[in-house]
Structure formats: structure tokens, C-alpha cells
């Protein structure tokens, strides 16, 4: 299901990007583990759009001071963040 979801988005829509911010900023980093981070430019659409096609996500999106963030996970558990 979750990558039939990932699929069907335009390749433009969605990129992968390495971010790094500072532990400063995110609560609780002591427990964070590294992540795949997918770019978007419309985080909202691309989240309603990937829930409809059943990928679960573990919030929804949350504005940050460095972007908006929505955390989703795969069919093994492995989590990943949607960023817009």
C-alpha cells in the first residue's frame, strides 16, 4: 500500500532531502533516530491525498519554526516525515 501511495505522486511533488536542525529546537532528540525526510510543496494535499490511499500516519501535519512536519509509517513500522 505504501509504495503503490508513494507511486502514484508526480516525482516533482515529492523529494527526498537530508535535514539537519538543532537539537535545541526539537524536544526530546535525546530518543530521535536518523529519518527519511520526503519534500513536498503542498503538504497538506499530499497528506489528505496519502491517507485516502490508506498510509497511516502517527500525526498529522504540525507547524514547526523550520517547516511543517507530518511523521507516517510503513507496513514494518519503519516511520518516516512527510515536509512541506
Known amino acids: 500500500m505504501f509504495q503503490a501511495t508513494v507511486n502514484s505522486l508526480n516525482r ?3 523529494r527526498t532531502h537530508d535535514h539537519h536542525y538543532p537539537r535545541a529546537m526539537m524536544q526530546g532528540w535525546e530518543s530521535m533516530k ?3 525526510v520526503f519534500q ?3 503538504i497538506d494535499g499530499t497528506y489528505e491525498r496519502m491517507k485516502a490511499n490508506g498510509v497511516k ?3 498529522a501535519p504540525n507547524k ?4 511543517t512536519y507530518a511523521r ?3 507496513e ?3 516511520e518516516f516525515l512527510l515536509k512541506g
Do not use: Y
Request: charged share 30%; hydrophobic share 35%; with cysteine.
Open 76 to 78: 514494518d513500522g519503519n
Open 12 to 14: 516533482e511533488e515529492l
Open 34 to 36: 536518523p529519518s527519511i
Open 57 to 59: 500516519f502517527l500525526e
Open 64 to 67: 514547526m519554526p523550520w517547516g
Open 40 to 42: 513536498c510543496d503542498d
Open 72 to 74: 507516517f509509517a510503513d
